[in-house]
């Protein structure tokens, strides 16, 4: 049972926009860097955000990603068909002294 | 290119044990920690295993803590996980991350492998 709580699913049509939350608490999203993950179907994780709001190289800024107090969220602008994936916000805990995962959420392109 | 590459999955009975190993190439091996994730079939990530640069620090999820070990190997730059009584809980894909670390804990996971898959079966 994962301490961090996404929704299950978003949806949009192409081209607009979807926002993802993470919600936690203050051991972990309100005193810890949030990354977040990106699943294909049929692939590994890629990191998507890093830092709350940085993206590494090679990652469009279609995605962006901000935090407030215990929670987070993901944002996706200018939605493709490519971007149907599970996605997955992670951080530190620090009372259980374990990186945690959300329990992901499903973008559908429709 | 940073690469990642996980071997040593199996199917095991309940009780058994498994070693996984984890190939780094393409990037200074011992300036960075590393982590094990796991994916149970159609489930969601859960981190299972953490190790710092030179294996002095170590740290591990409560659902595998007494049963698995992480371990690492720069000179050979490998990451293993010895994986000792076994259950049908720990059938997953298993992967390996790099990780970076701020104030001594994970910060994040910038490269993963694509996994090595764990059955535990009767």
């Known amino acids: 049972q994962s301490v961090l709580t996404q929704p299950p699913s978003v949806s949009a049509a192409p081209g607009q926009k979807v926002t993802i939350s993470c919600s936690g608490s203050?051991?972990?999203?309100?005193?810890?860097?949030v990354s977040w993950y990106q699943q294909l179907p049929g692939t590994a994780p890629k990191l998507l955000i890093y830092?709350?709001?940085k993206r590494p190289s090679g990652i469009p800024d279609r995605f962006s990603g901000s935090k407030s107090g215990t929670s987070a969220t993901l944002g996706i602008t200018g939605l493709q068909t490519g971007d149907e994936a599970d996605y997955y916000c992670?951080?530190?805990?620090?009372?259980?002294?374990?990186?945690?995962f959300g329990t992901g959420s499903k973008v559908t392109v429709l | 290119e940073v690469q990642l590459v996980e071997s040593g999955g199996g199917v095991v009975r309940p009780g058994e044990s498994l070693r996984l190993s984890c190939g780094a190439s393409g990037f200074t091996f011992d300036d960075y920690g590393m982590t094990w994730v796991r994916q149970a079939p159609g489930k969601g990530l859960e981190w299972v295993s953490g190790i710092n640069w030179n294996g002095a620090s170590t740290t591990y999820a409560e659902s595998v803590k007494g049963r698995f070990t992480i371990s690492r190997d720069n000179a050979k730059k490998s990451l293993y996980l010895q994986m000792n009584s076994l259950r049908a809980e720990d059938t997953a894909l298993y992967y390996c991350?790099?990780?970076?670390?701020?104030?001594?804990?994970?910060?994040?996971?910038?490269?993963w492998g694509q996994g090595t898959l764990v059955t535990v079966s009767s």
């Open positions: 991350a790099r990780n970076t670390m701020i104030r001594g804990v994970i910060n994040y996971l910038d490269y």
């Open positions: 830092d709350n709001t």
């Open positions: 992670g951080t530190w805990d620090s009372s259980l002294s374990a990186e945690v």
């Open positions: 203050s051991s972990n999203i309100g005193n810890n860097y």
